[in-house]
Nanobody, 124 residues
């Protein structure tokens, strides 16, 4: 049974940083493109960042480009989201997702597995 477990969320001040981690188990991690999505109260779940299976290519939404970085460690079955220069509008539940043999889609539908989410709250 594949599982994704996010960690690293919490409370940060505007301008601060957080690093999210997502540990995968029960799947062959290197065969999955990985992504982060987020969902704020009253809003739809939106794409934040994705990374290809090898880690050679990454994609970021315009709202986080230049502030967030996605990376992965295939030896540790873990994907990371480094969030810098946080803004109040980054407040949301952040979800990790895995897409088998994918290229890091920016849409929700192609993803096969999802984590339970981790709350990020940015105070201004």
């Amino acid at each position: 049974q594949a599982q994704l477990a996010e960690s690293g969320g919490g409370l940060a001040q505007a301008g601060g940083s957080l690093r999210l981690s997502c540990a995968a188990s029960g799947l062959t991690f290197r065969n999955y493109a990985m992504a982060w999505f987020r969902q704020a109260p009253g809003s739809e779940r939106e794409f934040v960042a994705s990374i290809t299976r090898s880690g050679a290519n990454t994609y970021l939404s315009n709202s986080v480009k230049g502030r967030f970085t996605i990376s992965r460690d295939n030896a540790k079955n873990t994907v990371y989201l480094q969030m810098n220069s946080l803004k109040s509008e980054d407040t949301a539940v952040y979800y990790c997702a895995a897409q088998a043999w994918g290229i890091g889609s920016t849409s929700r539908e192609p993803y096969d597995y999802w984590g339970q989410g981790t709350q990020v709250t940015v105070s201004s």
